[in-house]
């Protein structure tokens, strides 16, 4: 009985340790979280210092959430932890996308493959908010640019045919991708035929007799 009692009290320490891993990982998780989106809102905004401000705080902090909880597998795969990686991602792949820079790897980002292709699916949203941002002020070939790469986007999940237990529903992921690029694909062009008939209207009243 005695060795039980022992054994009680290792269980109880072992939670304990476990519990407040937790609950440190979900403050880290809620800044990562705050620190991404506050990012993506910069960089639409055209604040490009303040947006790698941001990613920088980011970056910091998803090292030390991965850190913290080195020795807690359970932790570190959870929803909470990986759902935060997947938007320091996103964050990180719209910045560079926007400003026309180098992807960065999930190597480099030291992430899960699955989360960086998740991150990365969620990516396409952004491009969109952008593109239709671009095209309130008209067709731009800027438009095209970010269409074209979520076209890679795309490409490049649907070849992903893999268990939903393995790829974290990327799946159902790339279907509201297809979805997102096809009707940003559908709105410019509609923007490029209103471009070209603003412009033949303009030719044809110059040709108008004084």
């Known amino acids: 009985m005695e060795d039980f009692s022992q054994f009680t009290e290792v269980v109880h320490q ?31 905004r055209g604040e490009s210092d303040a947006a790698h401000k941001n990613l920088a705080e980011a970056g910091k902090i998803a090292a030390d959430l991965k850190k913290s909880l080195t020795g807690f597998p359970q932790l570190f795969f959870a929803g909470y932890t990986q759902d935060a990686l997947k938007e320091y991602v996103e964050a990180t792949l719209t910045c560079a ?3 026309n820079q180098r992807l960065p790897k999930p190597e480099v980002l030291d992430v899960e493959i699955n989360t960086y292709l998740n991150g990365l699916a969620e990516v396409t949203g952004e491009l969109r908010r952008r ?14 640019r970010l269409l074209s790469w979520m076209d890679e986007i795309y490409n490049l999940l649907v070849t992903v045919d893999y268990p939903d237990a393995l790829t974290n529903g990327l799946r159902r992921q790339t279907d509201l991708v297809r979805g997102i690029v096809e009707r940003t694909r559908g709105d410019l062009t509609i923007s490029l035929r209103e471009e070209r008939l603003q412009q033949a209207l303009e030719q044809a009243i110059k040709r108008l007799p004084e």
């Open 14 to 44: 072992a939670f304990e340790t476990l519990n407040q891993a937790r609950d440190n990982a979900l403050v880290q998780a809620r800044q990562l979280t705050r620190l991404s989106a506050n990012t993506i809102r910069a960089i639409h």
């Open 97 to 99: 996308i926007i400003e």
């Open 131 to 144: 593109t239709l941002d671009i095209l309130r002020q008209g067709y731009s070939p800027e438009a095209e």
